[in-house]
């Protein structure tokens, strides 16, 4: 994509198209009239050139691709800076990453233009320009437009009547096609032209079919045609012979398949295989149509058909297996994906390669995060199919194991030797291909949750028991060659338990689970395997551990009374559950045994400990918990080990072990000044957080000091890295500064009305107005809160996104305090947090709302307003004695990337001949530098967003995405011309629009091509005034799961219209 940040569209298309569009023209021997394309008068292209029924032999016109390679290759060609001798690659390169610049009328051409390209490859005996002149003359030979309908040819006859023509030039003398297909492209070929074939393919054809430029609306018949060729063209090219299915989707009925043209293709199996590779670059954008389905279908069957007879290798097999679910995709249709999501399904549990059943699996996974269709229906599908299939593979193991039991001693050997060698042992790997996409489907909201009303609810609930059970029984997998199984299965059951939160209400399903997972680990002998089976377990031991209570208190009893003389297990065992509920682990501290020496136990120790005491001060006495945590340091010599506690110790608000470990062993081994400016922040952090916790509202003003050392310190770091390395950091720090600061004036403040018994409280004066202004600044706070989430949530873990949720609720709630009784009241709503139900921290807002906010209403006195301060006044004490959840994304230092993003005007409103400048031309705004574009009133106008976001965004992402989202803020800046006696008014509020910090109708929404790149129209209603208009973008992206985040450009995305 074409980084044109400092450029406006008419330098672009000055600058790049229309050379570009002369060059094609040149090459082709096309005229600019023919395709309704207009330059200025300088330009070349504009003059009459010779039609597709002259002669191709004239000097500087060259009839075969393959004269043009030859060309192209010599030595006079390198020497030459013509731009006319461009490749066919580079010019569709080019054409692809000048793509949001080109007007329909070039967008066809270009179409054109790389499916004759692709003709004259694989057909060596084809005319090429006949062929491309062909889809700009109807029968009589005389120039369509694009709405005209297309003439009466099929692809086969234009490529029959291309062959002819060239048979009768080569048959006359100047021959435009000396050398014979057979030497062109045979099996003792010295690679000259397969070389150029594969850098067509790879920097020209993929290119230009990952742009999005493909696709078209309707009207767009030529490009429509040029495209279905191109499908057709690889589709038999990749597999001559179309397989024969027992089901077919509807669409494949439709398409020709006795065509003779595959088999006079001259290609190898390579060929084919780049071909193939081609395909999986197949992308769609936004505003385009999918009107290619029975080309599409025959790609795909062709992309199947590849899989199953054509290729050589497993790995040839996967890749036609990507490019064919990108195509379901593509395709976007309901009954499309669900057929070859059986197929694959199918492929997966019948396939007896390793390789092939992650590819499968791959492909499964990828259907799921990124179908866009109904995905209610699509899950529901997938569910049972699942299911199904899992139940199917672990009653076949039953079955093979009870044959087994009933044989002899001498016959079990046999069949025991037998299965070693018998590619059925890839049993193994197909329960975790099951697995694993059950817990995508899971992951992104599939199972009960999208069930609707009647029989749908019944079969979603049986599919998804049935699930649960059956990935239950394999968590008793625990031989040394089968613990990937346990590891995929509890993976598995977390996933779906986390989005069935009621599973585990019934007492029965928390036996059935303890029950496996106590037989899994009564399988080990043991500390290592043990250990071994813990780490595959703990998904499912902490999330069973945080949802019920029941489970957390028979873990651990479980682990004191079989464990007690192995203590590595024992405490391995108790940090799993202390980090689900840690409350059902503090009050057994005493049971999980004495301190020892050994480095592992210290540190599962410490860990243990400080999940449970969550926040607590540190006492003299040797009993208190944490100061046993202090003691068991000394044992624990690596500095790394070290850091890590640290960060569980901020996790948990244990601020002053973190501060003991930090001032005692941290800072004095640091051998960088980076290292201990960095370590002394943190430091003064804990300290602060510490006093506060402590003291509570008594310890504001030192622990403001303290925060204000710690944000300064990393400024200090943050101006050595100049990365934006601690820009999470410092931006969580301010927050927290007026937090503690806005605290600290509405205590003040409602202390006074406590002072004065509220007789104050109705004058107009200071108190009054800040008590006023109090609320809307709460709600500030939780606006900048939202936009910290919306920015850095998608890059940091999920503990840090609850966090950051948490504290917006904690924000909102003093907003209702502090509105309690004022007209704002009444129209504020606050959403329920969606963090974890067992922080203190959110019990103890829960409890502030049902106990105290709630209530005041209730509460019929004759003082409102002493009694809403007294009340106000509990809830604030009662935060600021409360543990402060702390992100664990605070300990991430890494920038997020940003994106190169492009404003331009539609090119299909700009002046056609755009060499001729005026003051009605595109120009930029001399204030802010933003381009400016005409807008007619009373008309839409559309811009377009083209861009690319880095690779290195998509892969730091927790979350999988595929949409770009764009905002928009549209502001009346004033009018076209100034004159004395004009009054500038306003635009009403139909215009106006403003960033919304969650999901809304009005955002527009883009897809993602591949490699990151997209390209996104944005249409704004028609301007019911003249003048001038500012409008401000702000980028983001839609994950799978629906949330919606921010992403960060390189330059500010404004433009003006007027």
Known sequence: MLDATDLTSTEVRTQYVQPLIEIILAKTNLTAATLGIQYSKSSTTAEAAPTSSEKDSDEGVIGTLYQEIALYESDEVHSSTCDKNKSYAEILEEASALSAYLTREEQTLVATVASSALVSFLIPQCDYLNFLHSYFTSTSGTASSETISRNVYTLEERLTNAMLWNQDSASQEGSVFPYSASRMRSSNDDGFTTAYFYRFLDQGLASYLSCGMTFCSNKSVIRKQAFNDIIQLISMAICPVTPQSNVKPKSVASVKESSLLPFSFQLSHVDRLHLLRVCKE?????????????????????????????????KEAAAAYEALVNTSLIENDESCIQFEFQRLLQTLVESKSPCIINSTCLCIEEMILKYKGNKNKLHRFALRLLAKKLDAEINSAKDTRNNLSNTSTTDAENVAKRQKRSPDNCKPFRLIAIMKAAGVLFSTGGGLRNASEGDVVFEAEAATKQMIQNTTILLQCSADD??????????????VLSNETSYLIEKSNVKHIFTHVRQSLLSSSNDKASSAIIDALKPLIVICSRQSRTCAVSFLSFAIKTYSARERVLWKLATCVSIGNPLAVSTRLSNLGESSSDEDIATCKIRTILSSTCGKAVDASPSDP?????????????????????RVAFQTSNYSFARAILETRLVRGCSRQQSFMYFNALSTLAHGEEVLAVKGAKGIAESMELL????????????????????????FIRLRLDTLNLIAI???????????????????NRTTLFRKNIGKSFGLLVSRLKKMYRLWGLHRC???????????????????????????????????????????????????????????????????????????????????????PFPSGFFLMKPIPRAIVNISADPNILPKTISQNDDHDVTVDAKSGAEVIDAFPGLVTKVILSGVLPEKFIQTADVAFSEIIAWTTLQYEGQLYEEDDAVDSDVGGSNRFTLRDGPDSGETAGTLLPAGKFIMPVTFEPLLQEGYYKVIIELGCRDVRGGEWKVPTSSPLEVIFR
């Not at 089968?482 to 996933?495: G, P, T, W, Y």
Request: hydrophobic share 35%; proline share 2%.
């Open 708 to 731: 204000s050392s710690c944000n300064s310190l990393l400024t200090s770091l943050a101006a050595l890295e100049q990365n934006d390395k601690f820009g999470f950091q410092l931006e």
């Open 798 to 884: 999920q503990q840090t996104r609850s966090t950051l949720r948490t504290l917006q609720a904690m924000c909102q709630l003093l907003s209702e305090f502090t509105k309690y009784g004022t007209k704002e009241a009444k129209n504020s709503s606050t959403p329920t947090s969606t963090s974890a139900p067992t922080q203190s921290m959110n019990m103890t807002l829960s409890k502030l709302r049902t106990d105290v906010l709630e209530q005041m209403p209730k509460l019929k006195q004759k003082d409102d307003s002493v009694s809403h301060a007294s009340g106000l006044l509990l809830g604030l004490d009662v935060i600021l004695k409360c543990p402060c």
């Open 626 to 646: 944490l100061q046993r945590c202090l003691s068991l340091t000394e044992s624990i010599s690596d500095m790394w080990v070290l850091f890590k506690l640290v």
């Open 746 to 764: 509405t205590r003040s403040l409602y202390a006074e009305i406590l002072m004065t018994e509220g007789t104050l409280s109705g004058k107009n």
């Open 282 to 314: 197949l992308a769609m954008t936004s505003d385009a149509t999918t009107n290619n389905q029975a080309a599409l279908a025959q790609l795909r069957e062709s992309l199947f058909g590849f899989a199953s007879y054509v290729a050589h290798s497993d």
């Open 482 to 495: 089968q613990l990937d199984i346990v590891q995929s299965a509890s993976e598995c059951l977390a996933l």
